[in-house]
C-alpha cells in the first residue's frame, strides 16, 4: 500500500479546524418564549457533536476525496539483481606462523590474520553480486562457508576464523585442491581462487603443482599472495616461565612455487609486506576480475482512488438526506 502524492494528505489536518469552525457557525436565536421551563427542557438534550446533522458525513465527503488525489494504491514492487557469474574462493591459512605481529591495524600492531580478515571483510562487501566461498587451512583444509550470495552470513563467518582452529601445518596443495573441488561443477563465466599464505607447504597429501594443474585443466584461476614482511617478522612465542614474549622470527615463503601456481592457472601472485599492500593486492584483483551489476525493477499496483471517489459520493447522499429530513 502506497500513496503516489502523499504531500497532499497534509490537507487531512485542516479537517478539524473546519469541524471546529461549522460547530461555532449558526445565526442568533431570534424565538421568545413565555416560560423558561422551555429553554431548560431544550437545555437538557444531546447537543450535535458539530453543530448540525449532516456535517459528519461531509467531513468524511473532505477526507475521502483528498485520499483520492494522493492516489492510493496497493501492489508490490519486485527488484531482481543478477548475479555476475563469478564464484570465487577465499583460501585464508590459519596456522601458527599466521600469529606473527609485523602488520598494523588503526595504528595498533596485530597479528597477520586478524588483518587478513579485515581486508578480506571489506573484498567481499565490495563484491555484492558474486558468490563467494570461504575456506581456512593450515595442516587440513577446513569448509567455513559454501559458496553463497548471503555476504552477512560469510563475513560472520570469516570473523570465527582463529588460529589454530585446525591442526597446524600449512597445506597449500590440499587447500588448492579443495578449492577446485567447490568449484568444479559451478557453471559461472569465471571461478577463481585467491590464496592467501605466510609459508611453505609442509603437509597434505596434494602437492602443489599438482592441484595447480587440476585447476588449469578446469579453467579455474588461482591467485595467490605470499603475506609477511621479508627477513624476520616479531612473534609471539612462550619463554621457560610460559610467558609471551616478542621473538624475531625469519619468514619463509616459497614464492617460486606461489608464483608457478599463479602463472600455471592464468592468474598472477603477489606479495604483501604490510596492511596497505595486502588492500592494494585485493583492490587490484578486484579490478583484474571485474564484474557487473545488472538491476531489473518490476511494479504492480492496483488504483484504488475509484474506491475513494465512491465512498465520497455515498458519504456526500447520506449528507443530504440527513439535512433534508425533518424533524417532529
Not at 18 to 47: D, H
Not at 149 to 159: A, N, Y
Not at 165 to 172: K, N, S, V
Request: hydrophobic share 45%.
Amino acid at each position: 500500500m502506497r500513496f503516489l502524492h502523499p504531500e497532499y494528505l497534509w490537507l487531512l489536518a485542516l479537517l478539524p479546524l473546519l469541524a471546529l469552525a461549522v460547530g461555532k457557525r449558526g445565526s442568533t436565536p431570534a424565538l421568545m418564549f413565555s416560560s423558561t421551563a422551555v429553554a431548560e427542557a431544550l437545555g437538557k438534550q444531546r447537543k450535535s457533536v458539530f453543530g448540525k446533522p449532516g456535517v459528519l458525513p461531509r467531513l468524511a465527503t473532505i477526507a475521502l476525496l483528498i485520499l483520492a488525489i494522493a492516489r492510493p494504491q496497493f501492489g508490490k514492487t519486485t527488484t531482481e539483481i543478477e548475479a555476475s557469474g563469478i564464484d570465487i574462493i577465499l583460501a585464508v591459512d590459519v596456522s601458527s606462523s599466521m600469529e606473527a605481529m609485523d602488520f598494523t591495524l588503526q595504528n595498533k600492531r596485530v597479528n597477520r590474520l586478524e588483518v587478513v580478515k579485515s581486508v578480506v571483510k571489506k573484498f567481499i562487501e565490495e563484491r555484492p553480486n558474486d558468490r563467494v566461498g570461504l575456506l581456512a587451512f593450515s595442516g587440513n583444509p577446513y569448509l567455513a562457508s559454501p559458496l553463497t550470495l548471503d555476504h552477512d552470513w560469510l563475513g560472520l563467518r570469516l570473523q570465527e576464523l582463529s588460529i589454530g582452529m585446525i591442526e597446524d601445518g600449512t597445506a597449500i596443495g590440499s587447500a588448492i585442491g579443495s578449492g577446485v573441488s567447490r568449484l568444479k561443477d559451478q557453471e559461472s563465466k569465471s571461478r577463481i581462487i585467491i590464496l592467501l599464505t605466510d609459508g611453505m607447504n609442509n603437509a597434505g597429501k596434494i602437492p602443489p603443482l599438482l592441484a595447480a594443474e587440476a585447476a588449469q585443466a578446469l579453467d579455474i584461476k588461482v591467485y595467490t599472495i605470499g603475506a609477511g614482511t621479508r627477513g624476520y617478522a616479531p612473534t609471539p612465542v612462550k619463554d621457560p616461565f610460559g610467558r609471551k614474549i616478542l621473538q624475531r622470527v625469519k619468514v619463509d615463503i616459497d614464492e617460486t612455487t606461489l608464483k608457478q601456481i599463479s602463472e600455471k592457472t592464468g592468474a598472477r601472485y603477489f606479495r604483501a609486506t604490510d596492511t596497505s599492500s595486502l588492500e592494494r593486492i585485493y583492490a587490484e584483483i578486484d579490478k583484474m576480475e571485474a564484474t557487473t551489476r545488472t538491476i531489473k525493477q518490476f511494479e504492480r499496483y492496483r488504483e484504488l482512488f475509484v474506491y475513494c471517489i465512491g465512498a465520497a459520493l455515498a458519504c456526500f447522499g447520506i449528507g443530504a438526506f440527513m439535512n433534508r429530513r425533518r424533524l417532529p
